[in-house]
């Protein structure tokens, strides 16, 4: 048996990176998934991979800034699947590097919507979902930039902090009616956000790498791998929690 077997679960930037590698892996553990993304070519392939394997999966292209766009998303795996069981917010953008006081105001109201806003909604509409069946797991992609500083990117910084705040405060007032609520804090994963930061540097390259203790970047499997550990029954006792997969960046 699957770890996720009956469950239903909504994944948002579903058609790269960590969210490609996490609705793979849950259909593989046997959930039925709804993968999310603005990138309708690249989220119905993924969804056309899971289906060829024997899985079920629906695509739904989504703004995860858009309250109408993030209703209707919930609504679809309600009503393809019947029921909501797990959302995991994973959907983000990286934004343009600059200091703080040369932050566009654009940049920053981009970045805000789309890494914290877009997680907010995604609570919003899926919390009254899982109330309906008793309870479900909510799941938040925030960074270790939410934990540390990173110069040139405060806008990044400020949304995905915001992140496990809100993941906190989510986490208690549900906490009783059985919902679990939980930030996942990667390191440098070697996406293609990452690719498009590094454009080809191969200096930059390997100062990233640098960061890192284990002396190379993550893959977006190891974050699918924690991700289903959240989702799974496996963290019945884990809620309110930011979880740190960074190859011991923030031990440093």
């Known amino acids: 048996m699957g770890k996720l077997d009956g469950k239903v679960a909504v994944v948002?930037?579903?058609?790269?990176?960590?969210?490609?590698?996490?609705?793979?892996?849950?259909?593989?553990?046997?959930?039925?998934?709804?993968?999310?993304?603005?990138d309708e070519k690249r989220g119905a392939e993924v969804v056309d991979e899971i289906r060829r394997g024997g899985g079920e999966a629906v695509f739904v292209k989504v703004d995860v800034s858009s309250p109408g766009d993030v209703q209707r998303m919930v609504g679809t795996a309600v009503e393809a699947c019947g029921r909501l069981d797990i959302i995991f917010n994973n959907a983000g953008i990286e934004g343009e590097q600059a200091p703080t006081a040369d932050c566009t105001l654009e940049n920053w109201d981009r970045v805000i919507n789309?890494?914290?806003?877009?997680?907010?909604?995604?609570m919003k509409y899926a919390?009254?979902?899982?109330?309906?069946?008793?309870?479900?797991?909510?799941?938040?992609?925030?960074?270790?930039?939410?934990m540390v500083g990173f110069q040139g990117i405060p806008a990044y910084c400020a949304s995905k902090g915001g992140v496990i705040q809100l993941s906190r405060v989510a986490a208690l007032e549900y906490a009783r009616q059985s919902i679990r609520v939980n930030a996942i804090c990667p390191g440098v994963i070697w996406t293609p956000m990452v690719e498009r930061f590094v454009a080809g540097n191969e200096e930059l390259r390997e100062s990233l790498t640098a960061l890192e203790p284990v002396g190379r970047f993550g893959m977006p499997e190891e974050v699918a791998r924690l991700a289903l550990f959240l989702a799974c029954e496996d963290s019945s006792f884990c809620t309110g929690s930011p979880f740190v997969v960074d190859g011991g960046f923030t031990a440093a």
């Open 114 to 122: 789309v890494n914290l806003k877009g997680v907010f909604l995604g």
């Open 12 to 38: 948002t930037g579903a058609a790269s990176g960590i969210g490609r590698a996490t609705v793979l892996l849950f259909a593989e553990e046997g959930a039925k998934v709804v993968g999310a993304d603005w």
């Open 127 to 146: 919390i009254p979902e899982m109330l309906k069946n008793g309870g479900g797991v909510i799941i938040n992609n925030a960074s270790v930039a939410g």
